[in-house]
T-cell receptor, first 114, second 114 residues
Framework: AQSVTQLDSQVPVFEEAPVELRCNYS??????LFWYVQYPNQGLQLLLK??????LVESINGFEAEFNKSQTSFHLRKPSVHISDTAEYFC????????????FGKGTKLTVNP | SQTIHQWPATLVQPVGSPLSLECTVE??????LYWYRQAAGRGLQLLFY??????ISSEVPQNLSASRPQDRQFILSSKKLLLSDSGFYLC?????????????FGPGTRLLVL
């Protein structure tokens, strides 16, 4: 069975500071990896995903994540955050060639302060 | 383009009352459909998923049930609500297989059981 660990439940940062949200997973088979973002009182939106190929994936709003197979990690980073990035971020995995079901981490609440 | 709707957006129900939450998808056919519950500090828990009309798989034992009476309609129900049923309920859809399959989420229904 797969599992996802998001090591930080809350991350407070100041505006324009860099941020890293950590995600580690456990799986005996190859996986696809996802980051979703949830703004207050809204559903989840897909932020970025790793399926294959380049281990560095980017989103349209400046976030990036790097798949590290040896460390079983998929950390999310942004070099300079905005107030509008305040949200909860969820890491998720899905096995390759198996069920379509996603396994989510418990989420990291990012709060960007002025 | 595809859109997913959930209603109601917010619901307050007394303990022991019935429940019916609805989810519909537009712009696609024969999607996979999912119900998740999000409780504070516990991330997302997959409750049910469906690969076709009348085909429901349950992930956790509980007093909730799901039905798929039409291709793009997914309903979450309960005969008698418990206090522990409070939470944020998210519906999601996906289509495709392997790397092409990505889940997209609805806006959610916030349920408070008193």
């Amino acid at each position: 069975a797969q599992s996802v660990t998001q090591l930080d439940s809350q991350v407070p940062v100041f505006e324009e500071a860099p941020v890293e949200l950590r995600c580690n997973y456990s799986s005996s088979v190859s996986v696809y990896l996802f980051w979703y973002v949830q703004y207050p009182n809204q559903g989840l939106q897909l932020l970025l995903k790793y399926l294959s190929g380049s281990t560095l994936v980017e989103s349209i709003n400046g976030f990036e994540a790097e798949f590290n197979k040896s460390q079983t990690s998929f950390h999310l980073r942004k070099p300079s955050v905005h107030i509008s990035d305040t949200a909860e971020y969820f890491c998720a995995v899905r096995t390759q060639g198996g069920s379509e079901k996603l396994v989510f981490g418990k989420g990291t609440k990012l709060t960007v302060n002025p | 383009s595809q859109t997913i709707h959930q209603w109601p957006a917010t619901l307050v129900q007394p303990v022991g009352s019935p429940l019916s939450l609805e989810c519909t998808v537009e712009g696609t056919s024969n999607p996979n459909l999912y119900w998740y519950r999000q409780a504070a500090g516990r991330g997302l828990q997959l409750l049910f998923y469906s690969v076709g009309i009348g085909q429901i798989s349950s992930e956790v034992p509980q007093n909730l049930s799901a039905s798929r009476p039409q291709d793009r309609q997914f309903i979450l129900s309960s005969k008698k609500l418990l206090l522990s049923d409070s939470g944020f309920y998210l519906c999601a859809w996906s289509k495709g297989q392997g790397a092409r399959e990505t889940q997209y989420f609805g806006p959610g229904t916030r349920l408070l059981v008193l």
